[in-house]
């Protein structure tokens, strides 16, 4: 189970990673562009899908939801939404 929650989480953080440095390519006045929509993209499809991914096997195991669940998902959720919101305010 902390495998396939390491290999969940190691996207969000690269995703995280490209839009940093595409921000970061921004304020030296490259093309920014590219990396900023591969990096808002994924993380604006990527996260509802492996949420829900995640839902759907531990409703399949009857797993009830324990405090490491509602963290992993709470983490998610804010992620997701945080970046809807940067780039909401960077367009």
């Known amino acids: ?14 995703l995280i990673a490209l ?5 970061s390519i921004r304020l030296s006045g490259g093309v920014w562009k590219t990396p900023f929509v591969l990096s808002i993209t ?3 499809f990527y996260i509802p899908i492996i949420s829900f991914i995640e839902a759907m096997v531990n409703s399949s195991r ?3 939801y324990k405090k490491q669940n509602r963290l992993f998902y ?6 997701w939404v945080i970046s ?8």
């Open 1 to 14: 189970m902390k495998i396939r929650r390491i290999i969940e989480v190691i996207p969000t953080f690269v």
């Open 19 to 23: 839009y940093i440095y595409s921000m």
């Open 42 to 44: 994924g993380l604006s």
């Open 62 to 64: 009857n797993l009830k």
């Open 74 to 79: 709470g983490y998610m959720i804010a992620v």
């Open 84 to 91: 809807l919101v940067a780039a909401v305010f960077s367009m």
